[in-house]
């Protein structure tokens, strides 16, 4: 069964290059495009990923589909799960200091933009973990809470984001940049 799921998704060796792969993993939908990073780092916003996937597959949709050069990230294995937090402290601590910077009151203020209450969670547990960094949540619910007749679940995924202390509520991913921008000024 893993064997034929592993087939159908990567269309490849999953051990392999994932470059390689031609499987549904292609298919998925992006929730953004190269030109949202464009657009962070126009705006001096650094970036970088924390995910609970794989490597070979952050690195395919990272590189492979989204066309990324060499992303700052943390994938499954490189730290504890979400919602422990010492992936995302891992990962804005090596983005700040490649800027001369380090975690703490003087720092720019810390955002993770996530959809599940596990990403709240994480960005709650590094506010206690460094207190004196400031840390947004942004949320937004999943692209299948997007389609038709699907507002009433995505209405009360998103009551569950805000119960899980998330700052705000995106209705789009790409709207984080210019929401960032708006509470970083």
């Known amino acids: 069964m893993v064997a034929a799921f592993s087939d159908h998704y990567f269309g490849g060796d ?15 939908p992006l929730l953004v495009g190269p030109e949202f990073f464009a657009a962070l780092s126009a705006a001096n916003i650094l970036w970088g990923f924390v995910s609970g996937a794989e490597p070979p597959s952050v690195r395919y949709v990272l590189q492979g589909r989204l066309g990324l050069q060499d992303p700052p990230f943390i994938a499954m294995g490189d730290a504890p799960d ?5 992936g995302l402290l891992q990962l804005a601590g090596n983005l700040l200091k490649g800027h001369g910077a380090r975690l703490g009151p003087d720092a720019p ?5 996530g959809d599940t209450v596990a990403d709240v969670q994480t960005v709650r547990r590094a506010r206690e973990r460094v207190p004196e960094q400031r840390f947004l949540s942004l949320a937004v619910s999943p692209p299948h809470l997007h389609g038709p007749g699907q507002e009433q679940r995505r209405l009360a995924y998103e ?4 119960a899980a202390g998330a700052d705000r509520i995106l209705s789009r991913t790409d709207q984080a940049g210019a929401i960032l921008e708006a509470l970083l000024a």
């Open 14 to 28: 999953p051990e392999g290059d994932p470059m390689l792969w031609r499987g549904f993993i292609g298919q998925e």
């Open 82 to 86: 979400k919602p422990d937090p010492t």
């Open 109 to 113: 203020a810390v955002a993770y933009l």
């Open 159 to 162: 009551q569950q984001l805000l």
